[in-house]
């Protein structure tokens, strides 16, 4: 049964699929919640993602890959653990980037990571050299990545934020997954031909 079967199941009110994910993807989501999070404060937040995913199964549509889903909802717990113990949600930035839009090449990231840890800091270096294609602090493109994708704002709040049109946001936000999903495509390649 593939993933998506599982999270309807899980919709549908059965405990087991739930038990299911959690053997499938806990150990790489731990993996990668431990590049932002103390050691000791892993297992609680992957506790909250998990019943944060039988929440929201029902809201669940197969686009992308359910790994990728599963990892938003584990970033967004990670970054809500950080911000209820008065610490800084930064460390989540560079694993903030692992939307639906970059499931495939952030996906394999998170499954090297759980496998070696010399595979998740060059993840994390990838991932913060694709950062630096968006500009500087400050940029246009470097806001709208930090309030849309490290702290989970809505494309309105943005826009009022930034003083701009929703829809520059949008153009924006595009423009920032098209750089990054190149960027991460051109670090891949650059790293096979090694």
Known sequence: MDDDELIARLAGGDESALRELFRRHAP????????ALPARDVEDVLQETFLAVWRSAGDYRP????GGWLWVIARRQAAGWLRRHGRDASPVDTAALDDTAFDGALAAAGRAAARDPVEAVMARTDLAAALAVLGPEGSP????WRLLYVEDQPVAQVARQMGVPQGTVKSRAHRVRRLMRTALAGRAAQEEGL
């Open 141 to 144: 493109e470097r806001e709208v």
């Open 63 to 66: 686009q992308g890959s359910a």
């Open 28 to 35: 790489w989501l731990a993996a990668r919640l431990r590049t």
